[in-house]
């Protein structure tokens, strides 16, 4: 799995860091979960297991969100890793605050993390988690900076529920394949 997001201590709680965020959750809940380790200058990464046993990688690339393809690219074809067994974890406005959705495959969405990465494996067929952040409010005239904002701390402890439920399902997912994680974890869901 991988999670998108930007490197540094300044994005470290914004919502663009949704990706990151679950990535560190992911980490923290699984077995025998090694120390982040640096991949070539593009990213951290880190290899884990499930309570089940099951060994699986966690990635984060540090190349900022607009070139997250870069690591993905480079570390998916040193392993030799078929990007269709991957589950790429971000952000998404356009789905209410702490709701998830999971997608086999499809365009990015116009999220330039998830566009990267589809260019950067010339294809969309690449299983995705979208974490919802919320709508901008309709003032709000751009939306890298409603991105790139904190959650109030209303806001925050619905996306660290929303955060949980992402969780589970990544879990559910490496156990049991991707398709099982969206019967569990769609259902409800309209976006």
Known sequence: MAGLGNPGP??????HNAGFMLADAVRDKAEAAGEWKSWRELGEYCRAQTSTGQSFYILKPATYMNESGRML???CHFYKIDIRTALICFDDMSLDLGRIRLRMKG?????????????SMSTEDIPR???GIGKPPKQAGDCKDFVLSSFSPGEWKTFCAGLETARQA?????????????????AGTSN
């Open 129 to 131: 988690l979208r974490i």
């Open 10 to 15: 300044r994005y470290s709680r914004t919502r």
């Open 73 to 75: 690219s480079d570390f």
């Open 107 to 119: 365009s990015s969405g116009g999220q330039r993390g998830m566009e990267s990465v589809i260019m």
């Open 170 to 186: 990544v879990f559910e997912a490496v156990e049991h394949g991707v398709e099982s994680a969206m019967n569990k974890f769609n």
